[in-house]
């Protein structure tokens, strides 16, 4: 079974007197333990599809199905649970708090979670160990560079052991070598296991996962299996 299947989603936004098509008729299964990317020009509806899988956002129709339960019916406090507890995010701008240190940044989807301290801090311990930051658990984000403050994000994004990884646009601001160090820690987390998905216009960042789905103005124009050599 599947992990997620979109069937015939459908989003749209109000902008003005018109209705712009954020998804038209998008269809889509992922398999879990899949490391693939969406990839589209700005404005081709990547990120509300990200934000419909992520459950941040709601299709205004179709059905989204995760791991075999239509989402349609779910209340509130059901979609608030699989946001922090089945997804991970990791985005652009790595949404740290800057005024508290790496360990209690990473701590935090634990708290929503209501998880007891010790327990938190063990396992933020063992997420930033994991991304090769366990040396700099006291740092705040502005003692850190670009890249350890992204895999402070992805030390975050693991703290409550999600089904699936989200990254939008996860390189976008770390320069080439920082972020192939971040694509491989992906790589890494799908080889462990996760399904992690990728958000880009990247073509070069794409490459680098197993499958690319392209869409363009709201609808799905390619999926395509990489053949890496």
Do not use: C, W
Request: no cysteine.
């Amino acid at each position: 079974m599947p992990l997620l299947v979109l069937e015939n989603v459908e989003k749209k936004y109000k902008m003005g007197e018109q209705f712009v098509h954020a998804l038209n008729d998008v269809s889509l299964s992922i398999e879990k333990g899949e490391y693939l990317s969406i990839m589209g020009p700005s404005g081709s509806g990547k990120s509300t599809l990200m934000n419909v899988m992520g459950f941040l956002d709601l299709p205004d129709s179709g059905k989204y199905i995760f791991d075999g339960k239509d989402t349609t019916g779910m209340s509130e406090n059901e979609l608030a649970y699989a946001r922090n507890h089945r997804v991970g995010f990791v985005f652009q701008t790595f949404n740290l708090l800057p005024r508290i240190s790496a360990l209690e940044n990473a701590e935090l989807p634990m708290i929503y979670g209501g998880i007891s301290r010790k327990k938190r801090i063990e396992i933020a311990k063992e997420m930033l160990e994991k991304v090769n930051l366990g040396n700099r658990i006291e740092h705040k984000p502005n003692e850190l560079s670009g890249g350890e403050r992204q895999r402070v994000a992805i030390a975050r994004a693991l703290s409550n052991n999600p089904d699936i990884i989200l990254a939008d646009e996860p390189t976008g601001n770390l320069d080439t070598k920082t972020g192939d160090e971040i694509m491989a820690i992906f790589e890494n987390l799908h080889k462990l296991g996760k399904t992690v998905i990728v958000v880009t216009h990247d073509p070069e960042i794409a490459e680098q996962t197993d499958r690319i789905i392209h869409i363009r103005d709201g609808k799905i124009i390619d999926d395509v299996i990489v053949k890496k050599s």
